[in-house]
């Protein structure tokens, strides 16, 4: 079974960047190699619905939110089993429970969470 593990969050001053990093343990669905998994980074305010900021689907070019679109930089490695998330140019929007996930058919994988606060 898949484990992922985020790390990189922390507090970041306004304008200020931030690399959010998301790692896969463990073992991938039968047939199946990291490649194939759609991938993305999620985030969640306090209040609100977790949200999409970017993915990108296997095969695909990277996609994001309107909100991140030229700030944000999506990126994954097949071969470290990586997910990495580039924060540039952020804002007080973008404090927020940051989430990696994989999905493979039904399989929806899902990480604990890296808190990202951007105060001054």
């Known amino acids: 079974q898949m484990r992922l593990v985020e790390s990189g969050g922390g507090l970041v001053q306004p304008g200020g960047s931030l690399r959010l990093s998301c790692t896969a343990y463990g073992s991938f669905l039968k047939m199946t190699t990291f490649d194939l998994y759609n991938v993305g980074w999620y985030r969640q305010a306090p209040g609100e619905q977790r949200e999409l900021v970017a993915r990108i689907i296997s095969g695909d070019e990277p996609e994001y939110s309107d909100s991140v679109q030229g700030g944000f930089t999506i990126s994954r490695d097949n071969t470290k089993k990586t997910i990495d998330l580039q924060m540039n140019s952020v804002n007080a929007e973008d404090t927020a429970e940051y989430y990696c996930?994989?999905?493979?058919?039904?399989?929806?994988?899902w990480g604990q969470g890296t808190q990202v606060t951007v105060s001054s």
């Open positions: 996930n994989t999905q493979v058919g039904s399989i929806d994988t």
